[in-house]
Structures are given as structure tokens and as C-alpha cells.
T-cell receptor
Framework: GENVEQHPSTLSVQEGDSAVIKCTYS??????FPWYKQELGKGPQLIID?????GEKKDQRIAVTLNKTAKHFSLHITETQPEDSAVYFC??????????FGKGTTLSVSS | ETGVTQTPRHLVMGMTNKKSLKCEQH?????MYWYKQSAKKPLELMFV???????ENNSVPSRFSPECPNSSHLFLHLHTLQPEDSALYLC????????????FGNGTRLTVT
């Protein structure tokens, strides 16, 4: 079955800096890769996703890149703000299967 | 405001109690899920219901019993739990068929004493 590895487990940046979180997956059949943000006391919320027919997707300060050959994908947050502080999860799946999640990255943005 | 509502938000129960967690989705989805979230571990998929039929049960102990009476409601019945079952239990929903995002509720924080 699918296995998703996520790094780093914790990340501290200064406000205004960029943050990058990386994930690798094992099943080459996976074709859907979402990223979730979880704030304290809340459930994970989808922030961006990418499908395997696309190499990059951007939404304002957030971007995701996908390298199918190497089986890894990354989340990029530019111009970080204190409200970006949260736990971020990557996940992978293929059609008809449930999402498999990484262990999460705790991002701390200090002002 | 999430379209997936979970109650209660917090639950403390003894090992001999019987309790139920409730989830309701208002998104018109037809697949629902239970996940367990423990510290330092990935989100663990417990159960999947697709079109009100259970399609996946990831080796979850029988002290956890799911119920899906319709596509909008999902329950997790709990009995004779162990302290290691203390965790955040998350409900999610999605559309069946193909890949797509999950929409999560805010979870029930369960403590087993």
C-alpha cells in the first residue's frame, strides 16, 4: 500500500521568510496530492491540491510542486505570517482509495 | 464554519462506559470516514462508508463500532475502551468516485480514564 513520508517534523521561520515542506510517496499509481492545514482545536482544512497531470500549482502565497519521476511533492509558503503557524499535512491517493497522510509538520512563524 | 459537524467536542469516559460519537455533513457528499489522530502519528484511517456501505475497515478493534444510517450521518459507538484509545477522532466526507478532497469536522477529543 501507499506510504507517505513528510519532512521536516518541525519548522521555525521568521515572519516574511519562505517555508518549504517536502513529502515523498511510494505508490507510483497515486495521482492526487492535497495539503491540509490544522490549527489548534480544529480539524484539518484543505489549502491546496495538485493532480498528477500538473507539475505546479499556485494560489497567492502558497504553491505546490510535483515530481512524478522522483515521487515527491512540496509545499512552498512565501512571505510567511504569524497566522500561517499550524500543523501541515501532505497526503496521497489514487482513484477509489482513501487518502494516506504524512505525519505532519509543525510550522512556527515568529514576528 | 465547517460543513462537517461533530459532537461532542470533548468526551471523558471510563473503560467500562458505552458512548457514541456523532458526525453530520451538510455538503451533499456520499462518502464518510472516521480517522484517529494521536500525538506524533499520522492520521489513521479507521472506517470508510461509501453510499452508506462500509467499504474499508483498517483492522480496527471491535470495541469501535461504526454506523452510517444515511449519507449525511455517521456514528462511532465506543465500548470497553482502553487508555491508549485516547485521541482526537475526526470525521470527514467526500464525493464517491475518483479522487477529491476530504472535508473534515473539528473532531471529538476523547479521554479514556
Amino acid at each position: 500500500g501507499e506510504n507517505v513520508e513528510q519532512h521536516p517534523s518541525t519548522l521555525s521561520v521568521q515572519e516574511g521568510d519562505s517555508a518549504v515542506i517536502k513529502c515523498t510517496y511510494s505508490d507510483s499509481a497515486s495521482n492526487y496530492f492535497p495539503w491540509y492545514k490544522q490549527e489548534l482545536g480544529k480539524g484539518p482544512q484543505l489549502i491546496i491540491d495538485i493532480r498528477s497531470n500538473v507539475g505546479e500549482k499556485k494560489d497567492q502565497r502558497i504553491a505546490v510542486t510535483l515530481n512524478k519521476t522522483a515521487k515527491h511533492f512540496s509545499l512552498h509558503i512565501t512571505e510567511t505570517q504569524p497566522e500561517d503557524s499550524a500543523v501541515y499535512f501532505c497526503a496521497a491517493s489514487q482513484a477509489g482509495t482513501a487518502l494516506i497522510f504524512g505525519k505532519g509538520t509543525t510550522l512556527s512563524v515568529s514576528s | 464554519e465547517t460543513g462537517v459537524t461533530q459532537t461532542p467536542r470533548h468526551l471523558v469516559m471510563g473503560m467500562t462506559n458505552k458512548k457514541s460519537l456523532k458526525c453530520e455533513q451538510h455538503l451533499g457528499h456520499n462518502a464518510m470516514y472516521w480517522y484517529k489522530q494521536s500525538a506524533k502519528k499520522p492520521l489513521e484511517l479507521m472506517f470508510v462508508y461509501s453510499l452508506e456501505e462500509r467499504v474499508e475497515n483498517n483492522s480496527v478493534p471491535s470495541r469501535f463500532s461504526p454506523e452510517c444510517p444515511n449519507s449525511s450521518h455517521l456514528f462511532l459507538h465506543l465500548h470497553t475502551l482502553q487508555p491508549e484509545d485516547s485521541a482526537l477522532y475526526l470525521c470527514a466526507s467526500s464525493q464517491v468516485g475518483g479522487t477529491g478532497p476530504l472535508h473534515f469536522g473539528n473532531g471529538t477529543r476523547l479521554t479514556v480514564t
